[in-house]
């Protein structure tokens, strides 16, 4: 009861509305472009169940509506308030491709970062459940593709769990230092495996990068609150 009157004066709470149904895929962590799994062949924007969903308020100490904050510091922070909230760091998104005993493999990721220039190395984030992650295990050796603003379509279908031949049938590629490097990737990065790490649902990659390339103009695809952005379309917060 006291959760429902609150709704009416706290806009950062959404009201616990009956009706609303989890998508298996939604699981994941990456936002609402996520349902491939039949019968939601398209993107799509099924919710989760709000139960277990944190309270917030809005401005607290702020003076302004702008700003939401998670009530209960001595509660676990939700998940699903958790993707909402890093959802507002913007990223760009690649395609991470290895090459397996069957042919090549891949993901979608946008969890991508430089780590270090001396030596060179970067780091990703794989899902304990990709199945690209234990061909870049076994082969030892990972591409990273930065796409394109016009790369939307390849971006679904490579976070979608269709085989890997068909992910591959859209898109050219070639075979650079014992890696699948796509030939429209606005920028890549060939890299051997230097560490895994545990990192609780993921594994932690670390890459020491052995060949890099570019294109020589292109914007990139952006990845901003659960949705795909262009550089100069972002959307206000
Ligand atoms: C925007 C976006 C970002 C993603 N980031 C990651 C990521 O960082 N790591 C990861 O393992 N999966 C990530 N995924 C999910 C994978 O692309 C998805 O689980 C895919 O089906 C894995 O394919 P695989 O099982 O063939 O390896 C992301 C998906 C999207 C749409």
Redesign the pocket.
């Known amino acids: 009861m006291a959760r429902q009157r609150r709704t009416a004066l706290v806009t950062g709470w959404v009201a616990p509305t009956a009706g609303l149904l989890r998508c298996v895929a939604h699981e994941?962590a990456?936002?609402r472009?996520?349902c491939?799994t039949p019968p939601h062949r398209e993107p799509c924007v099924t919710k989760r169940p709000l139960s277990g969903l944190l309270p917030t308020e809005v401005g607290i100490g702020r003076g302004t509506s702008r700003f939401q904050r998670t009530m209960s510091p001595t509660s676990p922070i939700d998940p699903v308030r958790f993707r909402e909230v890093i959802g507002h760091f913007p990223t760009g998104?690649a395609i991470v491709t290895a090459q397996g005993a069957d042919g090549p493999?891949?993901?979608?990721?946008?969890?991508?970062t430089s780590l270090s220039l001396d030596p060179v190395l970067l780091i990703?984030?794989?899902?304990n459940?990709?199945?690209?992650?234990p061909i870049v295990r076994e082969c030892g050796r990972f591409a990273v593709n930065i796409l394109g603003a016009d790369h939307r379509e390849l971006?679904?279908l490579?976070?979608?769990?269709r085989i890997?031949a068909e992910?591959f049938a859209a898109v050219t590629h070639t075979v650079d230092h014992g890696v699948p490097v796509l030939d429209d990737a606005l920028a890549w990065a060939v890299c051997d495996v230097e560490a895994m790490h545990p990192g609780g649902d993921?594994t932690i990659g670390v890459g020491r990068v052995t060949a890099v390339g570019h294109a020589t103009s292109g914007d990139p695809l952006v990845?901003y609150r659960g949705d795909w952005q262009r550089l100069h379309e972002l959307p206000p917060a």
């Open positions: 994941s990456y936002g472009v996520m491939h998104v493999a891949g993901l979608t990721t946008n969890a991508v990703v984030c794989f899902d459940r990709s199945r690209t992650l971006a679904l490579f976070a979608s769990k890997a992910k993921h990845f």
